[in-house]
């Protein structure tokens, strides 16, 4: 979701009716897609560069790249699933 502040609103407006300028609603789409798109990447990012770590009660937490790495390794061969996401999250 996008916000702005380029319309401020007035606690205590001098005049009955304002105007506001926004983006048309034909136009609107194209934002939304931009702005999901920028989520995407961030939360995308966020999970290939954790890092493996252990939690408050002592347990390994794997990180994405550890925990795929450990599914290859346990499978009988590259598992073709696992190698497809690693390839697109750009881990191989």
Known sequence: MAFSTANQIEHFPKQQLMTRQAISDDQMD???RMTVS???EAILSSLV???TT???KGQERLS???ALAKVQQQASGMDE???NLQEKLGLL
């Open 81 to 83: 699933d696992v190698a």
């Open 38 to 40: 920028a989520v995407e």
């Open 54 to 56: 252990i939690d408050r």
């Open 49 to 51: 560069h954790a890092k």
């Open 64 to 66: 994405l790249t550890d």
């Open 30 to 32: 194209r934002y939304f």
